[in-house]
């Protein structure tokens, strides 16, 4: 068979029944290692808790916040899976006018997924949002319903954005559609169906007369390679958590604003392993990771109104960061240059336990803010014990994991 006359639907379906059978296997390898109990008795805890809150919770508590924290991101943010390869943008450019079967493929899979985690989210929230609405609540299949029109609408407007020729027009875009959610949201849960329905309608009228008219490509080739490979390089880092992922790959980030602190250690050799993964860490995506947990957390502290919460949300994000940072370790298993050095590689563990020390110790100390802010001053126990239960964890544990690596 010609590449002319290439079934793309078919070549959906194969890339995608690869692409389960390997996912369906590290999901296995997570499930071996106890993380989907873990997850289960946390869900299990948290919904135990998230009753006994709301006993106590008052009618005019201001869950919209919540509401608007939770599922405005999950609404704006809209990749499209479309399991692309690099080859693709040379091989299949000739049948680019038949993609139609392929890229729908990816849109209804994409739509099917972030569909299911909104309503998760959605049912999540119900509780909260009748606790304190009451009667004037509106119906959750009315809700659930105007939130997947909503997702709809935010894929459609990804996919748009993919065509666009200049990057400007889709941060412009992006930017549009986190403004309007936010609203959409808040007018969701306060006001009318009526008055909900009608802003919606508006917002997609003036998304539509402002970016339709915009240069297109027929397929964003590489754009939607590149956002493909990212997708999948989160995958691969949640995966690596449980098993080797052997082709894992590492994104790297200037973020000259802060990496120029590695100019502050010593030029010496027993500092190189200090220096390589400082550099390995400010510069990869579990900097970003770290980024986006500790700006969560502080934002929850900072809303929840219960101090038992705060606390918890406040450890659960330095336990995050931890399982995360542990991977640090594996960062140059693969680097055949550090072989060829006469390194003392007696200090690679030590050096990496401290680096991650370090940026718990940082991460407590912005968490504290909010919650010193927000609870009595016997709160500042917290972060203290967490700062040295995090010297026992890098300083034993970790350390000895790193050896053994």
């Not at 693709?88 to 680019?96: C, G, K, Q, Y």
């Not at 994000?317 to 060829?340: C, D, K, N, P």
């Amino acid at each position: 068979m010609s590449l002319m006359e290439l079934d793309v639907q078919s070549l959906w379906k194969q890339r995608f029944e690869r692409y389960a059978r390997e996912t369906i296997g590290y999901w296995q390898y997570a499930a071996r290692s106890n993380f989907i109990g873990f997850l289960l008795f946390l869900i299990i805890v948290s919904s135990y808790y998230y009753a006994k809150t709301l006993q106590h919770l008052p009618t005019s508590y201001p869950y919209i916040w919540i509401t608007a924290l939770v599922l405005v991101p999950l609404l704006v943010w809209s990749p499209i899976r479309t399991l692309l390869k690099e080859p693709d943008r040379m091989f299949l450019l000739r049948v680019e006018l038949k993609m139609g079967a392929y890229f729908r493929g990816g849109f209804l899979y994409s739509l099917f997924m972030q569909s299911f985690f909104s309503f998760l989210a959605l049912t999540a929230l119900w509780p909260l949002y009748r606790h304190c609405a009451g009667d004037a609540s509106q119906p959750f299949l009315f809700v659930l319903g105007f939130l997947l029109i909503l997702k709809t609408a935010n894929l459609q407007a990804s996919w748009r954005e993919s065509q666009f020729v200049l990057t400007q027009a889709r941060v412009l875009s992006a930017s549009y559609r986190w403004i309007a959610v936010f609203v959409i949201i808040f007018l969701l849960f306060l006001h009318s169906p009526l008055e909900t329905l009608a802003a919606t309608f508006i917002f997609i009228c003036i998304w539509l007369a402002v970016f339709s008219q915009l240069t297109r490509y027929r397929v964003g080739w590489d754009y939607l390679i590149d956002r493909e490979k990212q997708h999948q390089g989160r995958l691969y880092t949640f995966f690596n958590w449980f098993i080797d992922v052997p082709h894992l790959s590492t994104r790297i980030r200037h973020r000259s604003w802060i990496s120029g602190i590695t100019k502050t250690l010593p030029f010496a050799s027993d500092s190189t392993y200090l220096y390589l993964y400082s550099k390995t860490l400010l510069r990869t995506e579990l900097f970003g990771m770290v980024e986006r947990i500790t700006l969560i957390g502080a934002l929850a502290i900072f809303v929840l109104s219960s101090d038992a919460a705060r606390t918890v949300v406040f450890l659960a994000a330095l336990l995050i960061t931890t399982v995360q940072l542990s991977s640090l370790g594996q960062a140059h298993r693969y680097t055949f240059w550090l072989e060829m050095y006469p390194l003392d590689k007696s200090l690679k563990p030590a050096s990496i336990a401290w680096i991650v020390w370090t940026t718990l110790f940082i991460q407590s100390l912005l968490l504290a803010i909010p919650l010193l802010i927000r609870t009595p001053w016997v709160y500042a126990l917290v972060p203290l014990v967490c700062i040295a239960l995090s010297s026992f964890i890098c300083g034993v544990i970790l350390r000895r994991k790193f050896v053994e690596e």
